[in-house]
């Protein structure tokens, strides 16, 4: 399954790349290699090397400098052996597994609590097969049936709930909004909506993933948003407008967003959640050399 098919599930290439090169080319990569992540940066696999074994696919994430990675449904056949196996690999590579994610079930309709909270225990368990600190939750589609103000609600009451149920094994559950160009059907569309949602809830196991490419499409605003709720954002995601491209060949300043983000001493992951062209590997470099480039940048304009 990847990224699209995930965020559809509830609902029933390289273009730029050159720009992109020229973009991080200026520091050389020896000095950004000793240099310190930021902040966390990790990669939401669903969107590299789908036709490779999941083994290759962390070494070619390990190979482009990053240390984490994010799951969607990679390990839904798994047997126990391939369990032992992954998390070996992960390990040999110096890897983690971050996140994963909740797929089938959302917050929006009451109706739907139970089967949610049923599916929340299930990733829970496949949380801890993975040693995995996070999951991704998302509301679900409008119902034709309820209000908006209804759908909020439920959304709030059922986030509290599997809040609850994942901070007795320390998971954070992570709320994501999706655009609705990609899902007309979603509910949560706004990020300022969902940072309300996570407000109200007020649970120290309950945060929201900023998904930075969906709410430039929605609605706009990024950084504002990002000074204003910090404390309530537990991953960041990154891909670029238009086309869900690398960071640095869109409409998006990626620059300025990973310099604030270091200003505001984020601490949980930043992903990169960008569709590659043929190059997979020194795409994924580039990006991150972009936020670690960005950050030294700002360090050495500081007083």
């Known amino acids: ?21 020229r973009n991080v080319r200026a520091t050389p990569q020896a000095t950004l290699a000793s240099q310190p992540e ?11 090397y789908h036709d490779r074994l999941f083994e290759e696919r962390l070494e070619k994430v390990a190979e482009a400098g990053y240390h984490s990675v994010e799951l ?22 110096g890897l983690t597994f971050d996140t994963i ?15 949610f909270l049923a599916e929340l225990k299930n990733r829970l368990e496949l949380a801890d097969k993975l040693q995995c600190p996070a999951i991704i939750v998302l509301s679900g589609n409008k119902s034709p049936h309820l209000s908006p103000a209804q759908q ?10 599997g809040a609850e149920i994942a901070g007795r094994q320390n998971v954070t559950l992570l709320l994501e909004n999706i655009d609705p160009e990609e899902n007309p059907k979603y509910f949560l569309t706004s990020v300022a909506e969902g940072f309300e949602i996570v407000r109200e809830v007020n649970h120290p196991h309950a945060k929201f993933l900023y998904d930075f490419y969906h709410e430039q499409i929605a609605e706009g605003n990024l950084i504002e948003k990002l000074e204003k709720n910090i404390s309530l954002v537990g991953v960041v995601h990154i891909a670029d407008v238009p086309g ?11 620059g300025n967003i990973f310099r604030k983000l270091a200003e505001l001493n984020f601490q949980g992951y930043a992903a990169m959640e960008f569709e590659p062209g043929n190059d997979v590997v020194s795409e994924l470099r580039s990006a991150r050399e972009l936020a670690l480039r960005s950050t030294a940048q700002a360090k050495t304009a500081s007083p």
Request: with cysteine; aromatic share 8%; proline share 3%.
């Open 1 to 21: 399954m990847n990224r699209r098919e995930f965020a559809r599930t509830i609902a029933g290439a390289g273009i730029g790349s050159l720009a992109f090169r």
């Open 38 to 48: 930021p902040f966390k940066l990790s990669v939401m696999l669903w969107t590299v």
């Open 72 to 93: 969607v449904e990679e390990y839904s056949k798994w047997s126990a052996e391939d369990f032992r196996r992954a998390n070996e690999k992960k390990r040999s590579l």
């Open 101 to 115: 994610a909740l797929t089938n079930k959302g917050l929006a309709d009451p109706a739907e609590r139970d089967a």
């Open 152 to 161: 909020h609600q439920s959304c709030g009451e059922g986030l509290k709930r």
């Open 244 to 254: 869900r491209h690398a960071p640095g060949t869109g409409e998006i300043n990626y």
